[in-house]
């Protein structure tokens, strides 16, 4: 059986994880870092390489360590070849 994860991405997991840790959602966190609640929706499900002043700021944002950013953007990468 599929869960809700099962179709996004590395980066899309590891954001979508703590925004639930946060009782938060995407649309929440787009208000946060000042970006398009579209752009939030597509950095989880589709392989997409983001800005590094949009990972500084989901970094700062959701208290996650720009390494594990990194590493969820490398394996989305990784993923697409």
């Known amino acids: 059986m599929a869960t809700k994860l099962d179709n996004k991405t590395p ?20 208000e946060q870092i000042d970006v398009n609640p579209n752009h939030i929706s597509v950095l989880c499900s589709k392989i ?23 590493q969820a953007v490398s394996q989305t990468i990784e993923s697409k070849q």
């Open 11 to 30: 980066l899309g997991k590891l954001i979508l994880k703590n925004l639930y840790l946060k009782g938060k959602n995407q649309e929440w966190l787009a």
């Open 48 to 70: 997409k390489c983001p800005r590094i002043d949009t990972l500084m700021k989901i970094s700062k944002t959701l208290d996650i360590e720009m390494s594990e950013l990194y």
